[in-house]
Protein backbone atom coordinates (compact mmCIF):
# COMPACT_ATOMS: atom_id res chain seq x y z
CA UNK A 1 0.00 0.00 0.00
CA UNK A 2 1.74 3.19 -1.03
CA UNK A 3 0.93 6.45 0.99
CA UNK A 4 -1.43 7.83 -2.16
CA UNK A 5 -3.36 4.95 -1.49
CA UNK A 6 -3.19 5.12 2.39
CA UNK A 7 -3.71 8.94 1.89
CA UNK A 8 -7.08 8.05 -0.24
CA UNK A 9 -8.63 5.69 2.45
CA UNK A 10 -7.53 8.44 5.27
CA UNK A 11 -9.38 10.84 3.43
CA UNK A 12 -12.70 8.45 2.45
CA UNK A 13 -12.74 7.81 6.51
CA UNK A 14 -12.66 11.50 7.39
CA UNK A 15 -15.06 12.59 4.75
CA UNK A 16 -17.65 9.61 5.53
CA UNK A 17 -17.07 10.59 9.41
CA UNK A 18 -17.67 14.04 8.54
CA UNK A 19 -21.19 13.33 6.80
CA UNK A 20 -22.43 11.46 9.73
CA UNK A 21 -21.70 14.10 11.57
CA UNK A 22 -23.35 16.32 9.35
CA UNK A 23 -26.34 13.92 9.67
CA UNK A 24 -26.66 13.62 13.95
CA UNK A 25 -26.16 17.02 14.29
CA UNK A 26 -29.49 17.64 11.54
CA UNK A 27 -31.49 15.09 13.12
CA UNK A 28 -30.55 16.24 16.91
CA UNK A 29 -31.50 20.10 15.99
CA UNK A 30 -34.72 18.90 14.45
CA UNK A 31 -36.14 16.36 17.43
CA UNK A 32 -34.90 19.45 19.49
CA UNK A 33 -36.96 21.74 17.44
CA UNK A 34 -39.85 19.43 18.22
CA UNK A 35 -39.50 19.97 21.79
CA UNK A 36 -39.88 24.05 22.14
CA UNK A 37 -43.23 25.67 22.09
CA UNK A 38 -44.09 27.08 19.01
CA UNK A 39 -47.57 28.59 18.86
CA UNK A 40 -49.79 25.35 18.42
CA UNK A 41 -47.51 22.80 16.19
CA UNK A 42 -44.79 21.52 18.78
CA UNK A 43 -45.24 18.04 19.77
CA UNK A 44 -44.52 20.07 23.40
CA UNK A 45 -47.73 22.14 22.53
CA UNK A 46 -49.71 19.43 21.86
CA UNK A 47 -48.71 17.36 24.98
CA UNK A 48 -49.39 20.91 26.88
CA UNK A 49 -53.19 20.84 25.10
CA UNK A 50 -53.31 17.34 26.23
CA UNK A 51 -52.64 17.29 29.55
CA UNK A 52 -55.34 20.18 29.90
CA UNK A 53 -57.68 18.23 28.64
CA UNK A 54 -57.40 15.42 30.80
CA UNK A 55 -57.27 18.07 33.63
CA UNK A 56 -60.36 19.31 32.67
CA UNK A 57 -62.10 15.70 32.89
CA UNK A 58 -60.59 14.46 35.73
CA UNK A 59 -62.44 17.68 37.26
CA UNK A 60 -65.58 16.70 35.52
CA UNK A 61 -65.50 13.11 36.33
CA UNK A 62 -64.69 14.43 40.36
CA UNK A 63 -61.40 12.52 39.94
CA UNK A 64 -59.38 15.38 40.09
CA UNK A 65 -59.54 16.26 44.01
Known amino acids: M ?7 VIGALVTG ?3 LF ?3 RFLVKHYLNELRPNSGSSMKDQITRL ?3 VDT ?3 M ?3 GK
Open 61 to 63: LGA
Open 22 to 24: AML
Open 17 to 19: LAG
Open 51 to 53: EAR
Open 57 to 59: ILD
Open 2 to 8: TIQDLAA
